[in-house]
């Protein structure tokens, strides 16, 4: 049986938002990189699948933009390479490696989870609050940056229920970042 791990960048606000100046150093890249690699598949609803397949996604062209430093080339390879569900009601092709997640959220994601040998690792934000209200997720992964951002979608807003977590890991980066790692309790 699988294990549904919600990680996500948030900043000391609550902020998730990918433009709140979130930009990831080559230590954090590498903490993303290693989770992405451990994972046996992806789970994200469409805004985030789309947004990380129009960031990462290797180019027809063939070589990566000329952006990407080596730790964003390495990162892109890895997610490049994922197997990846998508919850949508989109007709279109997904393409990327992806797969629709189709039918009743809670039974699908329970499913996935029952089918995957593994860490599933689930991204965004709509989506993992939806699997957090239906007791799904069975870790959460916040790397806490140092930023206050004053704006922007927040982690889990509008649970149902308060959430009680209890630590299960802590590593601290040079930049002042903090990768906090819990279960619920």
Not at 2 to 14: K, P, S
Not at 123 to 133: E, F, H, M, N, Y
Request: glycine fraction near 8%; aromatic fraction near 8%.
């Amino acid at each position: 049986m699988g294990i549904l791990r919600y990680a996500i960048n948030v900043t000391l606000d609550g902020c998730c938002h990918h433009e709140a100046g979130l930009l990831p150093d080559a230590e954090s890249m590498r903490y993303w990189t290693d989770m992405i690699e451990g994972a046996r598949a992806l789970l994200y609803g469409r805004v985030t699948y789309e947004m990380m397949r129009d960031a990462w996604r290797r180019p027809a062209s063939g070589p990566w933009p000329e952006w990407m430093d080596a730790e964003e080339q390495a990162f892109a390879h890895v997610i490049d390479a994922a197997r990846k569900h998508v919850v949508t009601s989109s007709s279109t092709d997904l393409g990327w490696n992806a797969e629709r997640v189709e039918g009743d959220l809670a039974a699908s994601v329970r499913r996935l989870r029952d089918e995957t040998d593994g860490m599933i690792l689930v991204g965004g934000v709509t989506l993992p609050a939806a699997l957090a209200d239906a007791g799904l997720i069975d870790e959460y992964v916040f790397v806490v940056q140092p930023v206050v951002a004053g704006l922007g979608p927040t982690l889990l807003a509008g649970l149902r229920e308060r959430m009680t977590l209890q630590l299960i890991d802590r590593r601290d980066f040079s930049s002042g970042a903090v990768a906090l790692r819990y279960r619920p309790a």
